[in-house]
């Protein structure tokens, strides 16, 4: 197989950086992968559940209890 970094001939068996052929090839996906997702900015932010938000007490409970 390939190094999918520099693209030259690696062994999987034996390869504790497989599927790169060395490690430094490992740390430069990582890091490239790391920066990547660091770039990422944050416009796809998860949607989040906000349906009865903590301290949002409606208007026509209180008045009930008066
Ligand atoms: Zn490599």
Partial sequence: MKCPI???PTTYEGNP???FC???CKLIDFGAWANEEYAVPAEEAPPQPEDS????T???E???RV
Avoid: A
Avoid at 53 to 56: A, D, E, H, L, Q
């Fill in 6 to 8: 520099c693209h030259r």
């Fill in 17 to 19: 950086y497989r599927p």
């Fill in 22 to 24: 060395s490690e430094r």
């Fill in 53 to 56: 938000p903590p301290g949002t």
């Fill in 58 to 60: 409606s208007p026509e």
């Fill in 62 to 64: 209180e008045s009930d």
